[in-house]
């Protein structure tokens, strides 16, 4: 359990080709940023989700990302957890 008030960050598939699906289960309703970076920090996607008590559910999709390793970070303005994810050809 993560100090964030986010119990479970996955993504599927990991690695991704086109699109992969977050879930997350939040132990309270609160807006989130989701941000996706490149391994130099550079923020290549980044989107506002309301997170609601319980499983939430949300689609990245590739779009122009080269193949290459990211992280997806949650944020809900307090704290962040962070988890690494694959984009194959």
């Known amino acids: 359990e993560l100090s964030s008030g986010v119990a479970s960050l996955e993504i599927?598939?990991?690695?991704?080709?086109?699109?992969?699906?977050?879930?997350?289960?939040?132990?309270?309703?609160?807006?989130?940023?989701?941000?996706?970076?490149?391994?130099?920090?550079?923020?290549?996607?980044?989107?506002?989700?309301?997170g609601r008590t319980g499983e939430n559910r949300t689609t990245v999709e590739r779009n122009n990302l080269p193949a290459g390793v990211y992280f997806l970070s949650l944020t809900d303005g307090k704290n962040a957890v962070t988890k690494r994810f694959s984009v194959t050809e």
């Open 12 to 50: 599927v598939p990991n690695p991704m080709n086109s699109e992969a699906t977050v879930s997350f289960v939040a132990d309270k309703p609160a807006n989130y940023t989701m941000r996706i970076t490149d391994v130099t920090g550079k923020v290549v996607s980044a989107k506002e989700l309301e």
